[in-house]
């Protein structure tokens, strides 16, 4: 399976409004965006914030962060930092986000596998 | 209800819930609410209400919705009282009841029920209690002469009837000295006085109100009096007590994160208003890099949130090697704590709630 299906497949899980795969400088790599989402603009922040705080967490001397999960007033983010990239997903307010961690995670599970086989 | 009837109105429901997630806006909310009410879901009403005020707190529609939802769980709760009464009658059900119906507002049932419950036991001060707040509560709503000497008559016959009553004499207690009985009303303080004893704010109500005026011993002038001018002689104790101090504010948000720093897996926690901060656990001093790590996580939840226009970043969650940093943020206030992978995440998330929400509340009283 594709990288793009893979994050098609995601985005069908309920609540899931956006999935994309970031690359390490913030590009999008793959996506499968809700037409309210721009897919530079969710590039550029989730780029940011996981910069951010790995810059913050190594000066603290605690390494990477694997995972960062954002909850607000009005949606969900769930960041996923994969080995050259990262993986992310935006869901509303009403999402499941137990559920849509699991099904976030099997799909970084799957991306890596994808990454690994193209090499 | 019919089958293809009862189908009708579970698609009609489905279609409703799809828009208020889809296009979330109040009406959308009391379009879903009002079904559930139609179909006599009352819970799921007040979820629904519940879950729109998150969104829109300042709603009169969706405040009205949740209003009536509980009303609806009220008289579902009520009747089902009456059905259990009729089995086995017990004073903690009549007074169960009782309640309701006060809140319900439905003085003819609150009579009945509180009539039933002292016929069936004629020893217990119970119903007369009751009785009495429910004309407590007109009177102190219209300042009406009647509905005082109501109260005042039902609450003395619950005290004849039990003179170790500690609620009915508080009851009373307070009535009179508001309405410039403060030397009748002392007796009674005293005599709860000595069946509380120890209890501090009883002993500094005490003090106040040994220091008002007494405007006389004739309650029903005095009652007269009150409905004439349209105002209580004296306020009430909470109105007259001193604000909660900042030391004392402190104090409390202190315990909190005390509280939070002994829950299994928890390191480090701290509590952040401002540039100042409260830390519990294995912070070395004000400048362990984890306060500098959860200012700067919040700043980035808070700024990628409100660009991609998801609201207000509240909670984050950060894992790595080191475990999970939790943050919970709201306006200018931030706690958060460093837990080991195997920590209970749900609780440390809504202890740090708390914390939080506890600070603004005594934010919003000292600032009232």
Redesign the interface.
């Known amino acids: 399976m594709k990288i793009q299906e893979l994050l098609e497949e995601l985005r069908r899980t309920p609540?899931v409004k956006a999935a994309a795969l970031l690359t390490a400088d913030g590009l999008a790599a793959a996506e499968s965006l809700d037409p309210a989402?721009r897919s530079d603009?969710?590039a550029g922040?989730?780029s940011?914030?996981l910069t951010?705080?790995n810059r913050?967490?190594r000066?603290?001397?605690?390494?990477?962060?694997?995972?960062?999960?954002?909850?607000?007033?009005?949606?969900?983010?769930l960041v996923l930092a994969l080995d050259e990239s990262c993986l992310v997903v935006?869901c509303?307010?009403?999402a499941d986000l137990q559920a849509a961690r699991r099904e976030a995670q099997d799909t970084a599970r799957r991306i890596r596998l994808c990454a690994r086989l193209a090499r | 209800m019919h089958l293809v009837q009862r189908m009708k109105i579970w698609k009609e429901l489905r279609r409703l819930e799809q828009r208020a997630?889809e296009e979330?806006s109040p009406s959308t909310f009391v379009d879903l609410g009002q079904v559930h009410i139609n179909l006599e879901m009352y819970g799921k009403a007040q979820a629904v209400a519940e879950?729109g005020l998150?969104?829109f707190p300042k709603s009169t529609e969706l405040r009205q919705l949740l209003d009536c939802a509980r009303r609806g769980l009220r008289r579902h709760r009520a009747a089902d009282l009456r059905v259990r009464l009729t089995r086995s009658p017990q004073p903690k059900l009549y007074r169960e009841l009782a309640q309701l119906q006060i809140d319900l507002g439905d003085a003819t049932a609150l009579q009945a029920t509180c009539k039933e419950w002292s016929v069936r036991f004629p020893d217990d001060a119970g119903a007369w209690i009751v009785l009495g707040q429910a004309r407590l509560l007109a009177f102190y709503r219209d300042l009406a002469a009647r509905e005082g000497h109501e109260a005042v008559r039902c609450l003395e016959r619950a005290v004849q009837m039990d003179a170790a009553d500690a609620e009915a004499r508080a009851l009373l207690g307070e009535l009179l000295y508001r309405i410039g009985a403060v030397s009748i009303s002392l007796e009674h303080l005293r005599v709860l006085e000595r069946l509380r004893r120890g209890d501090p704010e009883l002993a500094g109500l005490l003090a106040r109100v040994a220091r008002l005026a007494d405007h006389g011993t004739d309650v029903a002038a005095l009652l007269g009096e009150v409905e004439e001018h349209g105002s209580l002689a004296h306020p009430s104790v909470a109105l007259a007590a001193p604000r909660p101090q900042g030391d004392e504010s402190l104090a409390r948000i202190r315990d909190g994160l005390a509280q939070v720093a002994e829950i299994p897996g928890v390191r480090k926690a701290t509590f952040i208003k401002g540039s100042r901060a409260l830390v519990r656990g294995a912070i070395r001093d004000g400048k362990d890099?984890?306060l500098?790590?959860v200012r700067?996580?919040a700043k980035?939840?808070h700024?990628?949130?409100r660009?991609?226009?998801?609201?207000?970043?509240?909670?984050?969650?950060?894992?790595?090697?080191?475990g999970h940093l939790c943050v919970c943020v709201f306006g200018e206030v931030l706690a958060a704590v460093q837990c080991d992978r195997g920590a209970d995440l749900e609780r440390v998330l809504g202890e740090l709630q708390e914390l939080v929400a506890d600070s603004l509340y005594a934010a919003e009283v000292e600032g009232a």
């Open positions: 609540g989402f603009v969710v922040l989730t940011f914030l951010t705080t913050s967490l000066d603290a001397g605690l390494g990477g962060c694997t995972q960062f999960e954002l909850h607000a007033s009005h949606g969900r983010a935006m509303d307010q009403f | 997630h979330p879950q998150v969104l890099p984890f500098r790590v700067v996580i980035a939840a700024r990628f949130a660009r991609l226009e998801i609201g207000c970043a509240s909670r984050s969650v950060v894992d790595g090697g080191f």
